[in-house]
């Protein structure tokens, strides 16, 4: 399925519009996302992300245009599209009554996968949840159960992931770990299209970044083409002073992702 | 239809007993008001009603059974609209599984739900002395119109459930449900009231079920009255299902 669509965008998108009664949300949508890459869609509360993330997901029709996941028509071939893809929404989707493992598990199930018990347990490992596991998601924190709702769009390794604003509502060290979670998706091969409201966000997770603005993208590029797009910067000196969340992340003690993520941040400007 | 139909709705079917065993208070509070209702008619109202031969707990349980039901489904819109609510629908959505097995999975759970509340209800009966001379047979044909009362009801809160805006509307509409069986046979004979509300009484759904459920549990001889009965259940049943499959299609398009 993979080796077949090389060649291909893993998500593309010509001219999408969408509309709601009078109101034009979407007014000629036009990306693409190499396989295995991040894209980030960004842009303010408003501008039309969640939109093509449901339209993108089978879940609302456009007015017009084309949108292509994994080869596959989204409008014609939902079924083929839904094999494909995982949607991780704006709002954690999981199952308040139910365990962390039952969640994963009924996923599994409902992938049609062999062993889901095995395959749940596997997750709650690579997430840190084991201890949670036999606890009512009802009694998680935000960022716990963030990340039983990525754990649970992983499950079936689709090869294209939707993130719909990963990390709003998180607190920093939340995070850092969806931030941590979203780059190792990528290295296994994953395609992610993650969209976000936050520039930093943008800057430290994406390939490209397509910026979208009352209904358009209005600029789609690398984050160095981004940059170009600037009058040339200016050398200046300033003292450099710790960010609240710097200070924030030192006393709480999360040495391991700050440094991480900050020598990916210098490898990246480098 | 996909062909994982069945495997799909029974995973989510079970997912939401699980919700049911871990929220047995719902059983209850579907049961409390019936049961409520049945003693105040027993041991208030009930002797000076006059409704024939026999014990008037005979005469009263099928339009209680019938209040049971009504307010059984006011929880299973209430499920739907969290499933709507908590983007956990969404998911499903979004996933490769049959797509209207999310609805048939709250459907069944609802029928579930339902058959213990009214086991619950038909036990406190029998402590307040009901008795019947029903035969296997009779029980039988009791508990199929039962369930199709249920399924008719149900896809009416599978409308409200996915059409409502708030948790309140999600289970309001249940409400003139749960009063119809007052303006029908279930309490006291017909034959007593005046005449608008005779007719309205006499020609709506609740009658000729209660009747037949009533003729069915005392073994009396039957009429056209449960091809009636049937006939509204299945007529509801139709409606509410087509309307509920554009309302749901609307949502998930």
């Known amino acids: 399925m993979e080796t077949k669509q090389l060649q291909e965008p893993a998500i593309y998108v010509r001219g999408l519009e969408k509309s709601y009664k009078e109101l034009e949300v979407l007014r000629g949508v036009d990306f693409a996302v190499d396989p295995g890459s991040i894209f980030a869609l960004l842009g303010s509360n408003g501008a039309g992300k969640t939109t093509v993330v449901r339209i993108l997901s089978t879940l609302l029709s456009a007015n017009s245009g084309a949108a292509r996941v994994n080869g596959f028509d989204v409008f014609t ?17 999981v199952d308040e009554i139910l365990t962390g493992r039952e969640n994963l598990i009924l996923v599994a199930k409902l992938r049609h996968l062999p062993s889901p018990r095995g395959i749940a ?28 709702d990525i754990a649970m769009s992983l499950i079936g390794n689709p090869p294209i992931i939707f993130l719909d604003e990963p990390t709003t509502g998180l607190d920093p060290q939340a995070r850092l770990e969806v931030w941590q979670m979203v780059k190792e998706l990528s290295k296994r091969g994953t395609t992610v299209l ?20 009352q209904g358009k993208i209005i600029v789609n590029g690398t984050l160095a083409e981004l940059k170009a797009m600037l009058p040339p910067a200016k050398v200046e000196y300033v003292e450099k002073q710790p960010s609240l969340e710097d200070v924030f992340l030192a006393i709480i003690g999360d040495t391991a992702t700050t440094t991480d993520v900050t020598a990916q941040e210098t490898g990246k400007e480098s | 239809m996909s062909k994982h139909f069945l495997s799909d709705t ?6 939401s007993l699980r919700h049911i065993s ?11 008001m019936p049961i409520a209702f049945m003693l105040l008619f027993v041991y208030v109202f009930g002797g000076a009603i006059n409704s024939g031969a026999g014990p008037y707990v005979n005469y009263l349980l099928p339009g209680i059974l019938l209040i049971t039901i009504a307010s059984g489904i006011s929880y299973t819109a209430y499920r739907l609209f969290l499933d709507m609510k908590g983007g956990i629908f969404e998911r499903f959505q979004s996933m490769p599984i049959a797509r209207s097995s999310v609805l048939w999975a709250h459907v069944l759970t609802s029928l579930v739900a339902n058959l213990v509340s009214l086991i619950v209800v038909v036990l406190v009966a029998l402590l307040m002395g009901f008795r019947s001379s029903a035969s296997v047979l009779q029980w039988l044909a009791v508990l199929g119109i039962l369930v199709l009362f249920t399924l008719a009801l149900t896809w009416l809160a599978v409308i409200a459930g996915l059409s409502a805006k708030t948790v309140d509307g999600a289970s309001a509409f249940s409400y003139p449900l749960i009063f119809l069986p007052f ?23 609740v009658t000729s079920i209660v009747n037949s459920i009533r003729d069915l549990l005392s073994g009396q001889p039957l009429g056209n009255e449960p091809w009636v009965a049937v006939a509204w259940c299945v007529g509801i ?9 554009a309302v749901y299609r609307r949502k998930v398009s």
């Open chain 2, 237 to 245: 049943m139709i409606v509410a299902y087509f309307f509920a499959m």
């Open chain 2, 22 to 32: 871990r929220s047995m208070d719902t059983i209850i509070t579907t049961a409390i």
């Open chain 2, 183 to 205: 303006i029908s046979s279930a309490f006291v004979p017909t034959a007593s009231m005046p005449t608008p509300v005779r007719v309205f009484a006499e020609n709506q759904p």
């Open chain 1, 194 to 213: 993650l969209t976000t409201q936050y520039l930093d966000e943008a800057e430290h997770l994406a390939d490209r970044i397509g910026i979208l603005h």
């Open chain 1, 77 to 93: 071939q939902g079924a083929s599209v839904r094999e494909s893809i995982s949607l991780t929404g704006q709002f954690a989707a």
């Open chain 1, 121 to 148: 347990e596997e997750l709650l490992e690579r997430f840190s949840l084991i201890e949670a596991a036999a606890r009512k998601v009802a009694d998680y924190s935000g960022g716990m159960r963030r990340r039983l």
């Open chain 2, 10 to 15: 029974s995973v989510l079917l079970g997912r």
